[in-house]
Nanobody, 115 residues
Framework: VQLQAFGGGLVQAGGSRRLSCAAS????????MGWYRQTPGNQRELVAT???????NYADSVKGRFTTSTNTANNVLYLQMNSLKPEDTAVYYC??????????WGQGTLVTVSS
């Protein structure tokens, strides 16, 4: 499984941004896909996950502002981020967890929210 994330950039506080993560390879063994973020000196933290069933899970800090979804037609994972705050500034990573438990990570994409 290969993952490629894109869509990061500079956005003003209160604005919106959509991240995408294109999945390729043996995607049929993917159980859960997710978004994580990391700031310098901190551990990578969960942002949102979506299971193959469609059920989602969000970090408390982004509930009501961020929405994750998938487009199964073109194998893309999305993260719609609204009402962005400066504290959302981070490198965002997508990942895929297989039924076997193995985890793949995409490269990060930087989101910078200016105040």
């Amino acid at each position: 499984v290969q993952l490629q994330a894109f869509g990061g950039g500079l956005v003003q506080a209160g604005g919106s941004r959509r991240l995408s993560c294109a999945a390729s390879g043996n995607i049929f063994v993917i159980d859960v896909m997710g978004w994580y973020r990391q700031t310098p000196g901190n551990q990578r933290e969960l942002v949102a996950t979506i299971r193959r069933s469609g059920s989602t899970n969000y970090a408390d800090s982004v509930k009501g502002r961020f929405t994750t979804s998938t487009n199964t037609a073109n194998n893309v994972l999305y993260l719609q981020m609204n009402s962005l705050k400066p504290e959302d500034t981070a490198v965002y990573y997508c990942n895929a967890v297989l039924y076997s438990g193995f985890t793949y990570w995409g490269q990060g994409t930087l989101v910078t929210v200016s105040s």
